[in-house]
T-cell receptor, first 118, second 117 residues
Framework: EPEVTQTPSHQVTQMGQEVILRCVPI?????FYWYRQILGQKVEFLVS????????KSEIFDDQFSVERPDGSNFTLKIRSTKLEDSAMYFC????????????????FGEGSRLTVL | AQKITQTQPGMFVQEKEAVTLDCTYD???????LFWYKQPSSGEMIFLIY??????QNATEGRYSLNFQKARKSANLVISASQLGDSAMYFC??????????????FGRGTSLIVHP
């Protein structure tokens, strides 16, 4: 069964360093998302991506963050200068579409990338 | 304002018993979708069940069913015949679907379920 894959599963970095988290969404999906989950807390939306551009972003997704789809299969989240509070599990997700009535809009999640900022 | 509220931070159930996990939501959009996800200790998010706002019947998927009470804006998850492997965090989420609404699913804070042998 197709699945969303994420790398790395765990990354430890020093504060101020750049981090790139990688995701391979399900191949026929059109919408891509990044969510994060600080330990023991709720799952928070960061950004959605469609047709090679950001379609929506939350207030968390500030100038420190960027996303791109460099080669038609990978979907990356870059954090330019990590802060301690960026430590979290980052989830990539994809969905077929967002047209209500034709598709539930179910998100398929990857297994997450745990980022630890020291 | 909270769009999804899960009031039970933790729940306990005996193996083979049924358990209900509560979820209430807030939206003025007539068109929306409700989801439940399971997050075991390994961390991945597993889709369980979906209910559309216009669906006439409550959704069911195996041992999972969704008790959808539209007037009360509640979408409780019922797990029948609990198994030890059901021990996990459970998240309720909502996606609004009309023009002007966000298609982005918003998650509740989750309920931790522990199944006792």
């Amino acid at each position: 069964e197709p699945e969303v894959t994420q790398t790395p599963s765990h990354q430890v970095t020093q504060m101020g360093q750049e981090v790139i988290l990688r995701c391979v969404p399900i191949s026929n999906h059109l919408y891509f998302y990044w969510y994060r989950q600080i330990l023991g807390q709720k799952v928070e939306f960061l950004v959605s991506f469609y047709n090679n551009e950001i379609s929506e972003k939350s207030e968390i997704f500030d100038d420190q963050f960027s996303v791109e789809r460099p080669d038609g299969s990978n979907f990356t989240l870059k954090i330019r200068s990590t802060k301690l509070e960026d430590s979290a599990m980052y989830f990539c997700a994809s969905s077929k579409g967002q047209d209500y009535g034709r598709d539930t809009g179910e998100l398929f999640f990857g297994e997450g990338s745990r980022l630890t900022v020291l | 304002a909270q769009k999804i509220t899960q009031t039970q931070p933790g729940m306990f159930v005996q193996e083979k018993e049924a358990v209900t996990l509560d979820c209430t939501y807030d939206t003025s959009d007539p068109s929306y979708g409700l989801f439940w996800y399971k997050q075991p200790s390994s961390g991945e998010m597993i889709f369980l069940i979906y209910q559309g706002s216009y669906d006439q019947q409550n959704a069911t998927e195996g041992r999972y069913s969704l008790n959808f009470q539209k007037a009360r804006k509640s979408a409780n998850l019922v797990i029948s015949a609990s198994q030890l492997g059901d021990s996990a965090m459970y998240f309720c989420a909502m996606r609004e679907g009309s023009t002007g609404g966000s298609y982005i699913p918003t998650f509740g804070r989750g309920t931790s379920l522990i199944v006792h042998p």
